[in-house]
DNA sequence: AATGAATGAGACTTCATTCAT
DNA sequence: AATGAATGAAGTCTCATTCAT
């Protein structure tokens, strides 16, 4: 038997989309191995020449979505010049992006969530390449001056990060039934600014 | 048989701690009933006496321990007089109350949310009480002129939940390593004053 | 702790007559011990004060039941003279008990069937008293030279019974919608003189 | 997950045949799933690739064996000319048949009468294509001026179909001692002449 | 490379019966 | 005599993974 392993062949993409969606679709504890493959078009066993297991495919369904995503944001964040223009094109793009994307901002906010422990932790490994563009985005404001010089990054990306997902999470809660995107300008105003008058 | 419903009996506290625990040791898909009912030193169909199923366990078990929580809180916050001081007192008591209770940290933070949808939706209700807690302190510092009046409560909201949330779970995935309500008071500052230099 | 075994209380025949509205009502497998009790308005454990399990109060219910109403038919067919009219006279009463006692009808010719063979072993050995009814009306039509005198008894018993049951069977799965009691004169007739035409 | 539905490869077979074995050595309550499985030298899972559930199972069991029972007592019918023989075959062949496999004697006659009363509502339902046989003779005998015109066609099933069951009941309960095929004879001239002599 | 039939471990819940009060 | 809370055994079905073809 041969392990193919990342010769990502074309079913490869096959199973991470049909993977997508049928989680989308069905919910994450409805997603059985068998349903993938038929949405993939191919045999349950097929899965098992390029994914190791069933975590595998999520894990990689992750990872493969997530290094698209990150590209596009570094790139709307790099056509900016100052770092307060770059905090909004991050949080402009992740809106934007969640919005275009339904299906998958169900698929992050609510059904990977349901994963354990384990798995969970690779999610967040892989998320660190969007958490590395914020701490970029702080760092630049603390050289700057914009931001003081003893801001916590950790504190201020938990900050970021944490209204963020709250936010995108109560979106989809409440069905997506507003305008996501019509957010990013008042809560990248209050990231700046914080709750009080200025 | 007898059907005890909501009379709560000693048992009936006696399971909702054992199910507290089991969840904290053995995570959210490997706390089984009969794992719980032998912690808890009852009979399996005990369980069926005081809880309608699994479900019911979980639920009671989040909404007794929650309104405990938000009493806690809100007797804090009701001790202070500002907004200020009062924001700080319910930042401060999260994070205590949280550190205090490691387990309960873990419950919340990682192994409930592996419950399905349906499970989900009814911990979001109980959570409300405490998001009520929010809304109040954000309602009444735009009276007092402490924030803008024309502040989104429900954009508030969502950052200082979100940015209590994400810096309670990832405390919980560096393994509570450490101290976490050394963070309340600049947490509390990152949300009064935003990001920017004073 | 006393056993009061047959000592009938009024409660004896409380859980009896509440065995057989349950039965009736909700069928067989969802006639549990509680639920007869609570009908019986009377503890679970006071049931078991009367009778040895469960199944002794089917057996019971069955006995007391059937020992009224082989009493009863027995009386109707020593109101009459000849065999054909006692014949007749079973057969009426037969159907029209039945008909009467539509929740019993239920229960004889459904739920009690749905018991083990141990428990229908029983209840065969109580309807023999039934049995011995036609066993009777048989022997004295071979006497009186109306049946032929080399008519197997068991045979014909089982035929007349067979004939009887299967009808009542009908009638109950068709939901009881037609008039039973009106098919007793043609049923009769079919017995005495079989399907030949005169 | 394959879905085989009825295809029926041999795996199919094998499991009818296992659960008839099953059910009338061990009774229609003790015969578990695993039971079956074990019987059938499948895995358990393997079932749910060939039934539904496990009443798929039963319905399927005697769905197959009533329909290979109704072929061969129609052969026999066909074989013959007159009404009257055609009756006898069908006595004959139905005893004849239940002799010669007691095992499924024991299942039709006690075992799949505990079933639920849905259960026995789609038994009933697969009875009627011998319940036709039966009406197909008694219309033939009136047809040809054997039986009276005025004949009820639904007494005279029941009446004979009555009088086969109670007499294989019967010779069950007693542990088919004794020998059924030879009561073929006497039953066929009861149904005929009634009780009466003639 | 691909198939898909087969595997088998694992868990929630019900309910007849008991026994301390 | 009566209560009713407590017990604990027992069974159906799902689904990730394997392996012969």
């Known amino acids: 038997m041969a392990k193919l392993g990342k010769n990502k062949g074309p079913k490869y993409n096959q199973i991470i989309d049909a993977a997508a969606e049928v989680i989308a679709e069905h919910g994450f504890h409805q997603a059985q191995v068998s349903k993938i493959a038929k949405r993939a ?3 349950d066993g097929t899965i098992y020449l390029y994914f190791k297991n069933k975590e595998d495919i999520l894990i990689s369904l992750f990872r ?6 990150v590209a596009k944001v570094e790139e709307a964040i790099n056509a900016q010049q100052g770092v307060e223009d770059k905090l909004f094109a991050l949080v402009d793009m992740h809106f934007r992006n969640l919005s275009e994307n339904q299906h998958w901002a169900i698929v992050t906010q609510l059904e990977l969530r349901q994963s354990d422990k384990q798995l969970r932790a690779k999610i967040s490994e892989i998320l660190k390449s969007f958490l590395k563009l914020l701490d970029n985005i702080i760092e630049e404001g603390k050289k700057e001056g914009i931001f003081a010089p003893d801001l916590d990054t950790r504190l201020a990306r938990q900050m970021i990060f944490g209204t963020l ?3 995108v999470t109560t979106w989809v809660m409440k069905d997506q039934k507003y305008d996501l995107v019509a957010l990013a300008r008042p809560i990248h105003q209050l990231l700046l600014h914080g709750l009080k008058k200025n």
């Open 64 to 69: 493969e979505k997530m290094s698209l995503y």
């Open 165 to 167: 997902d709250e936010t």
């Open 41 to 43: 078009k191919v045999a």
